[in-house]
């Protein structure tokens, strides 16, 4: 007998995730991630605020265990920092697209019609314009700083969650229990949070791993264009931005910052690509 | 002469694909063809044909889960498709529905207990206690214990979840029952439970079946009347032992030859 | 007695299990002679397909193969893939249940009934053409040669199943593997294929291996039939015999569930109440070490738990593995 094993079901979804490498992998990294800007918040080795023009620009030592910025700041304290503020803006702008995407999403696929008609043209519209130049266009209007490029990559990643969520629930909807809950006479309202809405948490939380990781990536382009978080909040991006003149001085400014970036990236990714098997999305389209 | 309880008069659906050529009419799809009959409290009918007959379409319209072309669905005398939103809801009480796929009529996110209880909780105001009874009623009528309540549909065999979605149906104690298919997807030797478990519910709770299957054996093992539907037309009608004694269209000559034992 | 075509002799399938290996088949035995025909009836788990894939060498990953499969006087267990090859849809052809996924759905028909002999049998493209639209023409398909450019979800279920046969044919094996043929299929299409695979049984004295859940199609098609549960061959025999004196509580029990019209009732009898077998099937780790039916069978004794029931002989060539048998009748 297939049993259809349900998505969620504790035991085995952790005995499957253990196995999977990476998984593993992707989860070390994004915890990594999350317990350093944590950590940050009570401890740091310096201040990565604290200006100190006579220790500026040091090589890696002891006391600096990266070395320190053209300003005497410290690198690893800087990049700790800086991890904060990835997430803060990675969290949010995922919040937002998800929240509002995944609403337009259901909404499309539970009125049918005009409406998701209109959602759906909708997303191929915003998805006609570059993301990141818009982002670029939006943070230049809007004004540059941290809460400005946070709206303007949530806004960017409503199209996608709407896209997602309207496939998987227009998947649900035509699963037999949906027909046995209209039989019941619920409406579509009850039925969306009943039973569509539980059934596509998997996806969704998937897709969301995945564009936290884009996000931190647009974010980092955004500061580093000077369009994002501002002077003297630390950001990888930023960082980046200033290490460019000093390149061949002091190449480990650049670096520390990028392999920053791509390992919260590459974790990230990994996490959201082996949920993705985990959650295998087969489940959802079964019978 | 009781009133009747499913009325259904002269059902037209015709289905519209999607367009294969750009200056052609879309093609059509006449799935029934001005189909009508009625059943009477306590007479279970049998509705036989086979894949594309349109007898999957007809159920849909007798729950009102669709609307026809033309014609008119009546329950208890109300025609499903002039009433108001509300009407219709509460008209809902009274018929319920079997699916054909134990797998997936049950939403594997919620409990059993949950899964159950929805008519009731769509349907009527009840305070809680009396809905929490009338599930453990419903359950225990299709032979499950109360232990089902907290468990998760995956945790059933396929006879087992067919059981808990004919709860399901029971647990607003409607009059009719429409079945669509609902052994076919069960292992053979599981079938015979559901089946006499149907068969009990008819005499204990006096439920009227609309059953639909492409098995005449199944149809003739819980119905009174067969209608044999072929090609969206009702080509033949009747009590059930007068078809099987005196069939008089060829394809349900035929249908009949298909379901009976070639051994013993 | 003609000559053996297929022996199995105490073939073992286990697959792998969270909780160590899981026993798929259980150590069976069955023979099909030249030309003859057996039906392999079970329900969901009893292994039934698992057989044929066995027979094919198409196991699933991590399957383990024990015992032996001689075909032809060939021993095909541990053969290397190369030469099981040679064998697949050459010597030994297999029709699936749902054609539709069988069959390519983006190449015409013709083409691949035709590329199937072109490989198999050295055909050049024309004769094979030919070669297709007799064979096409044979298991019935209308208008054979103007339908060799249809494209597989153009035609009826039916019509597709008789495609698939013509598939299997086109290399003149000597055993088909018919698995649940009539499933995906109408009612009356079902006896309409069932004959046809009769009909090319006798006219080419091909072996059939008829795998099915449904024992109308089964009594349709079969001479000889073995009924599976768990991964067992709790009884088999002549198919008349078998059906008609049962002697396995399992095959009892599963003649005597199933609603059928029977003409008795036709003739206008009352309904009888079916006789159900309760429970339900287990999944692999469900089955205990002795005979499979246990949980379920209504005679049961602590012996039936202990080891697995030796088939024994209920009357020529008919047995049952049971070892209440004397009891029972």
């Not at chain 1, 317990?35 to 220790?55: C, E, F, K, M, Q």
């Not at chain 2, 090609?231 to 009949?256: M, N």
């Not at chain 3, 002795?290 to 069978?297: E, I, L, N, S």
């Given at each position: 007998m297939s049993d259809m094993a349900v998505v969620s079901s504790g035991a085995g979804f952790w005995r499957?995730?253990?196995?999977?490498?990476?998984?593993?992998?992707?989860?070390?990294?994004?915890?990594?991630?999350?317990?350093?800007?944590?950590?940050?918040?009570?401890?740091?080795?310096?201040?990565?605020?604290?200006?100190?023009?006579?220790?500026?620009?040091?090589?890696?030592?002891?006391?600096?265990?990266?070395?320190?910025?053209?300003?005497?700041?410290?690198?690893?304290?800087?990049?700790?920092?800086?991890?904060?503020?990835?997430?803060?803006?990675?969290?949010?702008?995922?919040?937002?697209?998800?929240?509002?995407?995944?609403?337009?999403?259901?909404?499309?696929?539970?009125?049918?019609?005009?409406?998701?008609?209109?959602?759906?043209?909708?997303?191929?519209?915003?998805?006609?314009?570059?993301?990141?130049?818009t982002a670029i266009m939006l943070t230049a209007v809007l004004g540059p700083g941290t809460v400005n490029s946070i709206i303007a990559i949530g806004i960017f990643n409503i199209p996608v969650f709407a896209r997602v969520a309207r496939g998987a629930a227009n998947a649900v909807w035509s699963r037999e229990f949906v027909l046995a809950a209209r039989a019941c006479g619920r409406g579509r309202l009850r039925i969306t949070f009943d039973h569509v809405l539980p059934n596509i948490v998997s996806v969704i939380v998937v897709q969301a791993t995945i564009r936290f990781a884009l996000a931190i990536l647009a974010e980092a382009a955004l500061s580093y264009l000077g369009l994002g978080t501002q002077p003297p909040n630390p950001s990888w991006g930023r960082m980046l931005n200033e290490a460019q003149t000093l390149i061949y001085i002091a190449p480990q400014l650049a670096i520390f910052p990028g392999i920053a970036i791509a390992l919260a990236v590459l974790g990230l990714n990994l996490l959201g690509d082996g949920l993705r098997d985990l959650v295998d999305p087969r489940l959802i389209r079964r019978r | 002469m009781t009133?009747?309880?499913?009325?259904?008069?002269?059902?037209?659906?015709?289905?519209?694909?999607?367009?294969?050529?750009?200056?052609?009419?879309?093609?059509?799809?006449?799935?029934?063809?001005?189909?009508?009959?009625?059943?009477?409290?306590?007479?279970?009918?049998?509705?036989?044909?086979?894949?594309?007959?349109?007898?999957?379409?007809?159920?849909?319209?007798?729950?009102?889960?669709?609307?026809?072309?033309?014609?008119?669905?009546?329950?208890?005398?109300?025609?499903?498709?002039?009433?108001p939103a509300a009407k219709l809801r509460t008209l809902r009480r009274h018929m319920q529905m079997i699916f054909q796929d134990p797998y997936g009529s049950l939403d594997p996110r919620q409990k059993v207990a949950r899964i159950v209880a929805e008519p009731l909780e769509a349907l009527t105001g009840a305070p809680k206690a009396e809905r929490e009874a009338r599930v453990r009623e419903a359950l225990a009528s299709v032979g499950l214990g109360d232990t089902a309540l907290d468990r998760y549909p995956h945790e059933f065999s396929g006879g087992q979840r067919q059981r808990i979605a004919t709860a399901r149906a029971l647990v607003t104690r409607p009059d009719l029952i429409v079945a669509d298919?609902?052994?076919?997807?069960?292992?053979?030797?599981?079938?015979?439970?559901?089946?006499?478990?149907?068969?009990?519910?008819?005499?204990?709770?006096?439920?009227?079946?609309?059953?639909?299957?492409?098995?005449?054996?199944?149809?003739?093992?819980?119905?009174?009347?067969?209608?044999?539907?072929?090609?969206?037309?009702?080509?033949?009608?009747?009590?059930?032992?007068?078809?099987?004694?005196?069939?008089?269209?060829?394809?349900?000559?035929?249908?009949?030859?298909?379901?009976?034992?070639?051994?013993? | 007695m003609a000559e053996v075509l297929l022996s199995v002799r105490n073939l073992r399938v286990d697959l792998p299990g969270p909780g160590g290996p899981l026993p798929a088949l259980r150590g069976i035995d069955f023979e099909i002679a030249r030309g003859g025909t057996l039906g392999l009836?079970?329900?969901?788990?009893?292994?039934?397909?698992?057989?044929?894939?066995?027979?094919?060498?198409?196991?699933?990953?991590?399957?383990?193969?024990?015992?032996?499969?001689?075909?032809?006087?060939?021993?095909?267990?541990?053969?290397?893939?190369?030469?099981?090859?040679?064998?697949?849809?050459?010597?030994?052809?297999?029709?699936?249940?749902?054609?539709?996924?069988?069959?390519?759905?983006?190449?015409?028909?013709?083409?691949?009934?035709?590329?199937?002999m072109m490989l198999h049998r050295g055909f050049s493209r024309a004769v094979a053409e030919d070669e297709a639209v007799r064979l096409l023409d044979r298991v019935g398909l209308p208008d054979p040669r103007r339908r060799l450019a249809s494209y597989p979800y153009q035609l009826s279920g039916g019509q597709r199943q008789r495609v698939?046969?013509?598939?299997?044919?086109?290399?003149?094996?000597?055993?088909?593997?018919?698995?649940?043929?009539?499933?995906?299929?109408?009612?009356?299409?079902?006896?309409?294929?069932?004959?046809?695979?009769?009909?090319?049984?006798?006219?080419?004295?091909?072996?059939?291996?008829?795998?099915?859940?449904?024992?109308?199609?089964?009594?349709?098609?079969?001479?000889?039939?073995?009924?599976?549960?768990?991964?067992?061959?709790?009884?088999?025999?002549?198919?008349?015999?078998?059906?008609?004196?049962?002697?396995?509580?399992?095959?009892?029990?599963?003649?005597?569930a199933l609603p059928a019209l029977e003409p008795e009732r036709l003739a206008g009898a009352p309904r009888?109440?079916?006789?159900?077998?309760?429970?339900?099937?287990?999944?692999?780790?469900?089955?205990?070490?002795?005979?499979?039916?246990?949980?379920?069978?209504?005679?049961?004794?602590?012996?039936?738990?202990?080891?697995?029931?030796?088939?024994?002989?209920?009357?020529?060539?008919?047995?049952?593995?049971?070892?209440?048998?004397g009891d029972l009748s």
């Open positions: 499957r995730a253990r196995r999977h490498r990476s998984f593993v992998f992707g989860g070390i990294l994004s915890a990594v991630l999350v317990g350093t800007a944590a950590l940050s918040l009570v401890w740091t080795p310096h201040s990565p605020y604290r200006i100190d023009i006579p220790n500026r620009l040091k090589p890696m030592s002891p006391t600096y265990w990266l070395g320190t910025d053209p300003f005497g700041r410290d690198v690893f304290s800087l990049l700790m920092t800086g991890a904060q503020n990835s997430i803060v803006v990675g969290v949010v702008a995922v919040a937002i697209g998800m929240l509002l995407g995944t609403a337009l999403g259901l909404l499309a696929s539970a009125r049918r019609g005009w409406v998701e008609e209109l959602v759906m043209r909708f997303t191929d519209f915003s998805f006609a314009f570059p993301a990141i130049l | 009133a009747p309880l499913l009325e259904v008069e002269n059902l037209v659906r015709t289905f519209t694909l999607p367009r294969e050529h750009l200056f052609r009419p879309p093609p059509v799809v006449n799935a029934l063809r001005g189909v009508g009959f009625t059943i009477t409290p306590g007479r279970s009918l049998g509705l036989v044909g086979e894949s594309g007959s349109g007898k999957s379409t007809l159920a849909r319209l007798a729950m009102a889960l669709d609307r026809p072309t033309s014609g008119t669905v009546r329950l208890m005398g109300h025609d499903l498709f002039a009433q298919e609902p052994v076919s997807a069960l292992d053979v030797s599981v079938r015979a439970q559901v089946l006499n478990l149907l068969r009990d519910l008819q005499e204990k709770f006096s439920v009227t079946f609309l059953m639909i299957s492409h098995d005449l054996a199944v149809v003739d093992y819980l119905c009174d009347d067969i209608v044999v539907l072929k090609d969206g037309l009702i080509v033949e009608s009747g009590a059930s032992a007068e078809i099987l004694r005196r069939p008089q269209h060829p394809y349900t000559r035929e249908l009949i030859a298909a379901a009976t034992k070639r051994y013993s | 009836v079970g329900e969901s788990g009893s292994g039934k397909s698992m057989t044929a894939l066995a027979l094919m060498g198409l196991l699933p990953e991590g399957a383990k193969l024990s015992g032996s499969i001689r075909f032809e006087g060939r021993e095909l267990v541990g053969l290397p893939e190369s030469a099981l090859c040679d064998l697949r849809g050459n010597r030994i052809a297999m029709t699936f249940q749902e054609p539709m996924t069988a069959l390519n759905p983006v190449q015409p028909i013709g083409r691949q009934v035709a590329e199937s698939m046969i013509a598939l299997a044919l086109g290399c003149a094996p000597a055993l088909l593997i018919a698995d649940e043929p009539t499933t995906a299929l109408d009612a009356t299409i079902q006896g309409q294929v069932l004959a046809l695979l009769r009909e090319l049984v006798e006219e080419r004295g091909m072996a059939l291996l008829l795998i099915s859940h449904d024992l109308n199609a089964v009594a349709a098609a079969a001479t000889d039939v073995a009924v599976m549960y768990g991964g067992a061959i709790v009884e088999r025999g002549p198919a008349t015999s078998v059906f008609r004196a049962p002697a396995h509580p399992y095959a009892k029990g599963l003649i005597a009888a109440r079916l006789q159900a077998i309760p429970g339900s099937v287990p999944d692999l780790a469900g089955f205990g070490p002795g005979c499979t039916f246990a949980d379920r069978c209504a005679w049961v004794i602590g012996a039936c738990r202990a080891a697995p029931p030796p088939l024994v002989p209920v009357s020529p060539g008919h047995s049952a593995a049971c070892i209440r048998l």
